[in-house]
């Protein structure tokens, strides 16, 4: 039986690695704030439990940036979490080649001209290519890898398999909510539990078709941004009253942290907010007031929107923002 190379992982047939328990390799194109988070919840996951981890958990990291302030910094930041880590500037094909699974975390706009550069498309042959780049569908990655030709019908032996994951910025705090789109055909089941192994380190995954990405990104890629919002207001509303900001800041974060926790606990909104809206008190006043300024469908708009332009976005449709109304 003919082998693989060693850092080849997807043989179209049976998609096994090449040796169990052989080591892996994970490069990151682009290390910026999500892309760091990504590695960081990785190596400290790895450092602090044995138990669990998936077959081939990646043991070897290279970090593929531009410039010297970035390859610094990741020296400095995870370079002091493993001595695993190879960062590598302006040098994408060296890291591609030495790798056996591709997490693609630069700028969407970038993706084009890293994707094209010479022998990127010959070094990620038969591997697994992760992207999270924000209104870039997987289709649009292999017509740029392929061509659209090349993409309906080019030999599967001779292509990447891509997989399209949105974590979000709260990936920070270990606390992302990372959508997974389904793959078609399915990923073997150990590429699949690789993929959730590593995004559960920085939080929660959901997976959806991938029609669904956009709606998903606009409901948990914008959402801390729309969450932000919602708090400062409720914070504003502390300070108009006599609380000094800082504690009105923390009392309305805790309050929105709470309120999700007691949700994600099995708690339906609607009947925690019942639960709180005594007949009569000031709970259902300021409700009435929300309902009556229309937030809940203003709110439901803001998703809807967001939902069209991560849609336009992911075709390369300039000036998304401007009225449509």
């Not at 300024?293 to 803001?302: D, E, L, Q, V």
């Amino acid at each position: 039986m003919s082998m693989l190379p060693s850092n080849q992982i997807f043989p179209p047939n049976n998609g096994s690695w090449s040796e169990p328990g052989s080591s892996t390799t994970l490069t990151f194109i682009g290390c910026g704030n999500l892309g760091k988070a990504i590695l960081r919840g990785i190596v400290t996951s790895k450092s602090s439990s044995g138990k669990d981890l998936p077959p081939n958990t990646p043991s070897r990291f290279i970090a593929c940036v531009n410039r010297a302030e970035s390859a610094s910094a990741l020296r400095e930041d995870i370079g002091s979490l493993t001595k695993n880590l190879t960062v590598l500037q302006n040098d994408n094909v060296r890291g591609i080649s030495q790798a056996n699974v591709v997490l693609l975390a630069c700028k969407p706009y970038m993706a084009k001209p890293i994707l094209q550069a010479s022998g990127v498309k010959e070094a990620l042959k038969g591997k697994l290519l992760i992207s999270i780049l924000a209104g870039v569908p997987v289709t649009q990655l292999q017509d740029i890898l392929y061509g659209k030709e090349d993409s309906a019908d080019g030999s599967e032996s001779e292509r990447c398999r891509i997989v399209r994951v949105m974590p979000n910025t709260a990936a920070g705090v270990n606390e992302s909510m990372t959508v997974i789109a389904s793959s078609t055909p399915p990923l073997p089941e150990n590429l699949e539990k690789l993929v959730n192994w590593m995004f559960t380190r920085i939080g929660s995954i959901v997976t959806v078709p991938p029609n669904l990405m956009d709606a998903s990104t606009a409901l948990c890629g914008s959402g801390p941004a729309f969450y932000a919002l919602m708090l400062e207001a409720m914070a504003d509303g502390g300070v108009a009253m006599g609380i000094p900001r800082k504690e009105a800041q923390l009392m309305a974060a805790q309050t929105m942290k709470g309120t999700a926790g007691m949700v994600l606990n099995g708690e339906h909104p609607a009947v925690l907010r019942d639960k709180v809206s005594t007949p009569g008190g000031c709970t259902i006043g300021g409700l009435l007031v929300l309902e009556e300024g229309c937030t809940r469908g203003t709110i439901a708009r803001a998703v809807r929107e967001a939902t069209v332009v991560a849609s336009l976005l992911g075709k390369g449709t300039q000036g998304v923002n401007g009225t449509r109304h």
